[in-house]
């Protein structure tokens, strides 16, 4: 890559912590970025700029931010960044503003979020595995408490370049030929932490810590690996109950100060994204006569937790 190329426009679509880190890490490395946002945080980084707070550097970058999604338009890269409750309505309005070029790339939990912008825009969405523990602490200010990488794929030229890209503005990010099997890989630590760690008010080096809790992960990634196995899915380096435990505790132990976004989700009063994580394995379980009782009852608990907000 010629470092004197320019930077191709980045827009982040639903700039929370996750597309707060990235889209700021990016503009801190030089591109142009905007963030479309909530009305306090569009207020926020317009007055002060975007305060990112990483176990590595505190710096304010400069971005453009806005609360319409007609901001996009211009942009080359898109980071597609809202919850997983609202990708039907937001993929539906975006493709209007979309430039013809433009690489949309979903930061998502979840393993179905491609299908579902296809099926809502038409829009091939480049599927992507977010490894990043972040929070917004306070509109306009990201904490980051460790990692911040990207998986991409499938394997192709544009999925090359694009991968250039994000390293070029410091983001550690690879390709996969098998973007499918990766995307269950981190999905198995979502169904297993996410709950676990809103229900119990609890950061994840606290559930590290706990051997009943270890054993409800153990039991979680047990099921979501049946149900992968049951619909085909090879999951890379993840192939007995050992492995799938790992992928949990790895990231339990890589960032114990989190507490998961379901977690915050339910302390904010929000609706959380329980449907596209355990909801997912309950329903893909029932399809595929896989049971799931541990993610049942998570995803039942999660809901009556909702409810009571």
Same mark, same amino acid.
């Given at each position: 890559?010629?470092?004197?190329?320019?930077?191709?426009?980045?827009?982040?679509?639903?700039?929370?912590?996750?597309?707060?880190?990235?889209?700021? +890490?990016?503009?801190? %490395?030089?591109?142009?970025?905007?963030?479309?946002?909530?009305?306090?945080?569009?207020?926020?980084?317009? $007055?002060?700029?975007?305060?990112?707070?990483?176990?590595?550097?505190?710096?304010?970058?400069?971005?453009?931010?806005?609360?319409?999604?007609?901001?996009?338009?211009?942009?080359?890269? #898109?980071?597609?960044?809202?919850?997983?409750?609202?990708?039907?309505?937001?993929?539906?309005?975006?493709?209007?503003?979309?430039?013809?070029?433009?690489? =949309? +790339?979903?930061?998502?939990?979840? #393993?179905?979020?491609?299908?579902?912008?296809?099926?809502?825009?038409?829009?091939?969405?480049?599927? %992507?595995?977010?490894?990043?523990?972040?929070? =917004?602490?306070?509109?306009?200010?990201?904490?980051?408490?460790?990692?911040?990488?990207? #998986?991409?794929?499938?394997?192709?030229?544009?999925?090359?370049?694009?991968? $250039?890209?994000?390293?070029?503005?410091?983001?550690?990010?690879?390709?996969?030929?098998?973007?499918?099997?990766?995307?269950?890989?981190?999905?198995?630590?979502?169904?297993?932490?996410?709950?676990?760690?809103?229900?119990?008010?609890?950061?994840?080096?606290?559930? $590290?810590?706990?051997?009943? $809790?270890?054993?409800?992960?153990? !039991?979680?990634?047990?099921?979501?690996?049946?149900?992968?196995?049951? %619909?085909?899915?090879?999951?890379?380096?993840?192939?007995?109950?050992?492995?799938?435990?790992?992928?949990? !505790?790895?990231?339990?132990?890589? !960032?114990?100060?989190?507490?998961?976004?379901?977690?915050?989700?339910?302390?904010?009063?929000?609706?959380?994204?329980?449907?596209?994580?355990?909801?997912?394995?309950?329903?893909?379980?029932?399809?595929?006569?896989?049971?799931?009782?541990?993610?049942?009852?998570?995803?039942?608990?999660?809901?009556?937790?909702?409810?009571?907000?």
């Amino acid at each position: 890559m010629n470092e004197s190329q320019a930077f191709p426009r980045v827009a982040v679509v639903g700039a929370g912590a996750v597309g707060g880190y990235f889209g700021g +890490v990016m503009a801190r %490395a030089g591109a142009s970025v905007v963030m479309i946002g909530r009305q306090a945080f569009a207020d926020a980084v317009t $007055a002060k700029g975007l305060f990112l707070d990483t176990v590595q550097f505190q710096e304010t970058v400069r971005v453009e931010a806005s609360t319409e999604l007609s901001a996009v338009r211009g942009a080359e890269i #898109v980071l597609f960044c809202v919850k997983t409750t609202d990708t039907t309505d937001t993929a539906r309005e975006l493709v209007r503003f979309l430039a013809p070029n433009a690489a =949309v +790339v979903s930061l998502q939990n979840g #393993v179905d979020n491609a299908e579902r912008i296809r099926e809502a825009s038409g829009l091939d969405a480049v599927r %992507a595995v977010v490894y990043v523990a972040a929070a =917004v602490k306070a509109p306009g200010h990201i904490q980051h408490f460790g990692r911040g990488d990207l #998986v991409i794929g499938p394997e192709t030229e544009p999925t090359k370049l694009l991968a $250039a890209q994000f390293v070029r503005g410091g983001v550690p990010c690879r390709v996969s030929s098998n973007i499918e099997g990766e995307l269950w890989v981190k999905f198995i630590a979502n169904c297993a932490l996410n709950p676990v760690s809103a229900i119990g008010q609890a950061q994840y080096g606290r559930i $590290a810590d706990s051997p009943n $809790a270890v054993k409800l992960l153990e !039991m979680v990634g047990d099921e979501v690996l049946a149900v992968a196995r049951a %619909a085909g899915i090879a999951l890379p380096g993840v192939e007995d109950r050992a492995a799938a435990l790992d992928v949990s !505790m790895k990231i339990a132990t890589q !960032m114990r100060e989190q507490l998961s976004s379901t977690g915050q989700d339910l302390n904010r009063g929000k609706r959380t994204e329980i449907e596209s994580l355990n909801g997912h394995i309950v329903r893909r379980g029932a399809e595929l006569g896989v049971p799931t009782p541990a993610n049942h009852a998570l995803y039942t608990l999660v809901e009556l937790l909702e409810g009571r907000k």
